[in-house]
């Protein structure tokens, strides 16, 4: 009998209804937490914290997948055709190279997906969990069922429980719910029958915290939770990127034309009484040769070399196919904090509401910073230092009654706390106009006096002068309140008197004015989005040089339509004193326009537009939910490394790219040559088999692609997919190659009047030739000679010439089908592979200045 979970014995009583105490003891648990020894055995017992979707697919599952490719069924087929017409030799060969292939891509892919989840996991969700009565932080994969989690603004939840302590608990569960807003969490019982939307006491793996505190009692971990549930029955991807959608496309057109060809080839054929089984082998043959069966893997391959390449550069790589968009991306967005300025925040001094440096302002604000217990902050941590260091009077003996946390609504945060003789008062921090609708009055040098017109106007001019300072302003009030048993509120927040004001500075990075101008000629235009007042922000902006061409406030935003945003949002480089759902505004209108867009963000507040954002960049020192949300982490914030990123997800963009513009410009001609020559030949120009091992040799140097050097000019700019740029290539050189291919024929029959296995054997030679020399020719769009190829690709291809040439000398070479050929012969399949190379280079030349002559 097996032994089943406490998850799953708690979920079939509804756990959601069952008192804290009873719950306790079902799940063994303690409201202190368990120990450590009972986490671990309950972790061996149970297994990690982890849904079944996430896991890696093992070594044979992974080479069964390469099977699953419909060119490989295809030669699977053709093998066992022969097979049944007793064409063992043909068999033997397409199932050679039917598990050559495989086997290749396998190593290949396997290497790579390993490095890849080396890199993945540097970046390590946790979570804080009680155990032993002591918090300490541990991954989230080992938290197990009775396990009781401190959750916080910024925390994802990492498994299903009920909560048994909450602080203006509020969560976003959009993700399991579709709720647009988030929902309050508070202890307690619902029924049995409540639906999950509804459970006021529960919280979900999968959603995030946005204000407040809480501790919650683990239910469930792993695939019985609500959200591991539903993940086997949903197909859940993320969207695809613009390089796959235009892989995609290419996908398409190559199977029309393979298709067309097919059965154009085996109509014929079968028509002038040919063998119907070599026909078929012939046809399924060229199918595959005009394929690139290897570009999943080629795919896999460059993006792992990619991720492997940026993760040395301190950019670890959480979603590989996001790579191709980072080389796309032509708009960054990003915040201002740690960013463009140094991210050491420093409280410059404390004001009353005269502009006097006031030690009791000083105060009251070190009072709310010590005693605050949400989400650590560098403005908070400044503060503190800067009490300690002037010693502001009194702040030992103050204790904590209670706190209304910060969220971004209020936009502030409120401690009430008790001095030495038990009198209560509220301190309140935050956004200078939040905080003064939360006031009547204002403390002057003088005495506390109502907060009238005139001190209005005064506070807003000091405000505006130190914003164009480039300081950060917030203000502080407080007011004395009555004792209670019970809890302190946001009603609570009014009635205050206006204290003064708070004055941050964090200067710009010494580096980032160039990292702009860099930005810039790669094509990339930066704009910033920060809460920040719109005067701090266009102070920074034109200290660090970032063009300001135009100004957006959340107060515009909020008045503007889609299509009026749309245009707006093209034109501003600083968007200041937006809320999160501002930001997400913004990115959609510029994806809207057409943009490839990337955000930059490491906040709570960041979540909603890194998820919309094309590329999506967070810090590893982000919240949980903002380094969830990420396509890219930072091991540090710096748009420097940034840079160096993207111009890595450009070098992977143009080595994939590679290998299709290889293929397209070598195999199609080939394969359509050779199904012209099949009409006009007394005899296949090449056996299917042949046609299989030429392409499986000219994909040998394919696979080291990834290695490749990539010009400079492949970098400079944006590159995205251009349909009609593959099309137009394909046709261009296609053409060329069609053309030495009939100039090959003509010399094989003509000059040497070549018999049937003498011309192929010349032909191989020949078409193989031109599809390793090739590689290196369209690798580049100016002079290949001038442009140098990787060692490996080289060697590789070196390797595979040599190869070539010896072949038709070789012991086994008759079973091939092929002969020895003369001297002469094969000095002019040499000589026709150079002229190739030659007229492959001028037609380079024409195609690449005819398309900018119309670009």
Not at 632 to 643: A, C, M, N
Not at 645 to 672: C, Q, V
Request: aromatic share 8%; charged share 20%.
């Amino acid at each position: 009998m097996v032994e089943r979970t406490p998850a799953t014995e708690v979920e079939a009583d509804a756990y959601w209804s069952v008192p804290h105490e009873q719950l306790l003891a079902q799940l063994r648990g303690d409201a202190g937490g368990l120990s450590a020894a009972e986490g671990a055995q309950r972790l061996a017992q149970y297994g990690p914290n982890t849904l079944d979707a996430t896991r890696k697919a093992g070594a044979l599952g992974l080479y069964a997948n390469q099977f699953k490719s419909p060119l490989v069924l295809i030669l699977i087929i053709a093998s066992v055709v022969s097979l049944a017409a007793s064409e063992w030799v043909d068999a033997g060969i397409v199932l050679v190279v039917v598990f050559g292939s495989t086997a290749l891509g396998f190593v290949q892919e396997y290497v790579a997906g390993n490095a890849v989840e080396k890199l993945r996991s540097q970046i390590t969700m946790t979570s804080t969990v009680l155990r032993g009565g002591a918090a300490v932080s541990l991954p989230s994969s080992r938290v197990v069922p009775g396990d009781v989690v401190q959750l916080a603004a910024g925390s994802l939840v990492p498994a299903d429980g009920v909560v048994l302590a909450a602080r203006d608990f509020l969560v976003d569960q959009a993700a399991l719910t579709g709720e647009a807003f988030p929902v309050e969490k508070v202890p307690g019982v619902v029924a049995a029958d409540t639906g999950l939307a509804a459970r006021s006491n529960c919280v979900f793996m999968g959603t995030s915290v946005r204000s407040g505190t809480a501790n919650v009692l683990v239910a469930a971990t792993g695939k019985s939770t609500a959200f591991g549930q539903i993940a086997g029955k949903l197909a859940l991807r993320p969207p695809l990127t613009e390089f796959e959608q235009g892989i995609h496309r290419f996908g398409y057109l190559l199977t029309r034309v393979m298709l067309a060809m097919v059965i154009v080839v085996l109509a014929i054929n079968i028509f002038m009484a040919r063998p119907p089984i070599a026909s078929l082998l012939f046809a399924l043959a060229l199918a595959v040769g005009l394929t690139p069966e290897l570009l999943p893997a080629i795919i896999s391959i460059t993006l792992s070399h990619g991720a492997k390449r940026m993760a040395a550069l301190g950019v670890i790589v959480r979603r590989l196919n996001a790579i191709e968009n980072l080389g796309s991306m032509d708009v960054l967005c990003t915040d201002k904090t740690g960013t463009l300025t140094a991210g050491i925040v420093e409280l410059d001094g404390a004001f009353d509401v005269d502009g006097q440096a006031s030690a009791s302002v000083l105060r009251l604000a070190g009072i709310n910073a010590r005693l605050q217990t949400g989400m650590a902050n560098p403005l908070d941590e400044a503060i503190s230092r800067a009490a300690s260091h002037d010693g502001a009077a009194g702040l030992t003996e103050v204790r904590k009654i209670d706190e209304i946390p910060y969220d971004f609504v209020r936009k502030a945060l409120s401690v009430v706390a008790a001095d030495a003789t038990g009198e209560r008062t509220i301190v309140t921090k935050g956004a200078l106009d939040n905080v003064l609708a939360m006031c009547i009055g204002a403390r002057t040098a003088a005495a506390v006096t109502p907060l009238d017109a005139a001190i209005r106007a005064n506070i807003q001019a000091l405000y505006e002068e130190w914003s164009g300072q480039g300081f950060r302003v917030l203000g502080v009030a407080s007011r004395v309140l009555e004792d209670r048993t019970g809890s302190y509120t946001r009603a609570d927040e009014c009635g205050m008197c206006f204290a003064g004001f708070l004055l941050f500075l964090d200067p710009p990075k010494d580096d980032v004015r160039e990292v702009i101008v860099d930005l810039a000629r790669r094509g990339v235009q930066l704009k910033m989005i920060t809460g920040d007042n719109i005067k701090a922000a266009c102070h920074v902006a034109a200290t660090i040089g970032l063009p300001v061409a135009l100004t957006l406030t959340g107060r515009q935003l909020n008045e503007m339509s889609e299509e009026a945003l749309r245009h707006a949002a093209q034109e501003a480089t600083v968007f200041a004193e937006v809320d999160p759902n501002q930001k997400e505004r913004i990115i959609l209108a510029l994806r809207k326009a057409g943009h490839v867009v990337g955000y930059m963000g490491d906040g709570i507040n960041d979540a909603p537009a890194l998820h919309t954002a094309d590329v999506g960049i967070s810090v590893d020192t982000a919240v949980d939910v903002a380094k969830d949300a990420a396509d890219f982490v930072l091991l540090r914030k710096d748009l420097g490394i940034l840079r160096q990123g993207i111009d890595e997800g450009r070098r992977t963009f143009a080595n994939t790219l590679k290998y299709i513009l290889t293929t397209i410009s070598a195999n199609f001609g080939n394969m359509f040559s050779m199904a012209l020559a099949s009409v006009f030949l007394p005899f296949l120009p090449l056996l299917a088999s042949q046609v299989l091992l030429n392409n499986f040799l000219s994909d040998i140097p394919a696979t080291t692609i990834a290695s490749d050097n990539v010009d400079a000019d492949m970098v400079a700019t944006p590159r995205r997919w251009d349909t009609q740029f593959i099309r137009d290539y394909m046709v261009v050189f296609g053409l060329v190659s069609s053309v030495f291919d009939l100039l090959t024929f003509a010399v094989l029959l003509w000059l040497f009047q070549a018999a049937a296995q003498e011309f192929r054997t010349g032909w191989f030679v020949e078409s193989l030739l031109t599809e390793l020399v090739i590689a290196l020719v369209v690798r580049t769009r100016g002079l290949f000679w001038r442009s140098r190829p990787s060692k490996l690709l080289l060697a590789s291809t070196l390797a595979v010439i040599a190869l070539t040439l010896l072949l038709p000398y070789l012991p086994f070479a008759g079973a091939l089908g092929f002969v020895p050929l003369p001297a002469p012969l094969m000095l002019a399949m040499i000589a026709l592979t150079l002229a190739y190379v030659v007229a492959t280079e001028f037609a380079k030349k024409f195609f690449y200045t005819r398309r900018r002559a119309f670009q």
